[in-house]
């Protein structure tokens, strides 16, 4: 049999039940997967000198030293799409395949940013709150604006920004436009959106929500600056990543109605801290990192999790979509990339 291990408990959507039932197909493939909680470096090298390959169903700390001491490892698999605890280029030197599941919650991300946005705008969550208080808010807080008179502005037109985009644009009517400097004229011709740049998406935008990767080009591109461009009426929305955002700033322009509203799935530092200031903020909505969260993603991360394990060890076979060393292809690894 060939072993296969999964270094970490941070499941996300995948129970430990649903691992097991994977265990009982990944038999069928002549593969022993084993489920582990491993703390450090040191355990995962000295408990993994078996394994073929290393599932990491959070962020387990795939170092250069960890890579180059697991001489049977063939690939490292992660449940999700962020691969920034593993050492990519230390991955591809020791010939080890990265797979990852780029896409597989993408309409997860757009149903819980429109459920943000919708709550924000309709008050939701704040009669939600006033009510459990004991209280009966009939049509108070802030007028809702009108939903199909909105302008959403996109950071990012990726994967979640498009299902984002269908739901704004063909559902509600609703304006959109996206700042994102890497997109084709080709891609942009399918869309009926205004690609602008980012001075441009802070300033007309009612909505500005979040689907750009974290590098060092967006940390903290929404600064004290940005929200001072963004309407003060205008929400701004992050099922992305945390630290796009400097948190200090965004208490400082809700505090201070430079914009009205913030839905925030991710944050600079999680869990967020049990002081932080957005905890007893009512213009803001807080979700626990849990977009992905779901039925559907779940289904995904099983089915791929087993055909791509599955399909490296026995078959020597990987499609290159799922690589996330992608410079791998030029090393005279035995595998074959489709
Ligand atoms: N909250 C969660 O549970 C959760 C789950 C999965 C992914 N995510 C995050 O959601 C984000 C979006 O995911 P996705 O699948 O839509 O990503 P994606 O890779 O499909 O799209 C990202 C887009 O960002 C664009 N981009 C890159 N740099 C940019 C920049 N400087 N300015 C503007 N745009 C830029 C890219 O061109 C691309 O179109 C990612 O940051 C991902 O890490 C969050």
């Known amino acids: 049999m060939k072993k296969a291990i999964v270094v970490d408990k ?12 994977l265990k009982e197909k990944f038999k069928e493939e002549s593969i022993e997967l084993e489920l582990k909680h491993f703390y450090s470096e040191d355990e995962i090298i000295s408990e993994c000198q078996e394994a073929e390959a290393i599932l990491g169903t959070g962020n387990p700390p795939m170092s250069e030293k960890v890579i180059s001491k697991l001489p049977n490892l063939k690939m490292i698999q992660r449940f999700g799409i962020g691969v920034n605890s593993i050492n990519l280029s230390a991955a591809t030197e020791n010939h080890k395949i990265v797979s990852y599941m780029p896409g597989f919650c993408l309409d997860e991300l757009a149903a819980h940013a429109t459920s943000m946005i919708l709550s924000l705008i309709r008050n939701t969550a704040y009669y939600d709150r006033r009510i459990r208080q004991g209280e009966w808010p009939k ?5 809702p604006k009108s939903i199909s008179e909105m302008t959403i502005g996109l950071y990012g037109f990726g994967g979640s920004a498009k299902e984002l985009y269908k739901i704004f644009n063909g559902g509600f009517q609703s304006r959109v436009i996206a700042c994102d400097p890497y997109v ?14 980012f001075h441009t998406m802070l300033k007309e935008s009612d909505v500005v929500s979040l689907h750009a990767p974290l590098n060092t080009e967006t940390r903290h591109i929404f600064n004290e600056e940005a929200f001072k ?6 929400m701004i929305i992050n099922v992305a990543r945390g630290p796009l955002i400097d948190e200090d700033a965004l208490v400082d322009a809700l505090k201070t109605r430079e914009i009205r509203f913030a839905g925030l799935d991710v944050f600079e530092n999680e869990p967020l801290d049990k002081k932080s200031k957005l905890r007893n903020m009512e213009n803001v ?3 626990s990192h849990s977009a992905f969260y779901g039925e559907g993603s779940k289904q995904k991360q099983l089915k791929w999790a087993f055909e791509l394990v599955s399909q490296v060890l026995n078959r020597n076979t990987i499609k290159k979509e799922f690589i996330a060393n992608k410079e791998i292809f030029d090393t005279n690894i035995k595998m074959t990339f489709k």
């Open 184 to 197: 084709s004229e080709e891609i942009k011709e399918m869309f009926n959106i205004d690609f602008v740049d």
């Open 10 to 21: 941070d499941y996300g959507s995948v129970t430990i039940d649903d691992l097991n039932i």
């Open 229 to 234: 461009k963004m309407k003060n009426d205008a």
């Open 139 to 143: 049509a108070e807080y802030y007028t």
């Open 285 to 287: 909505i807080l979700t």
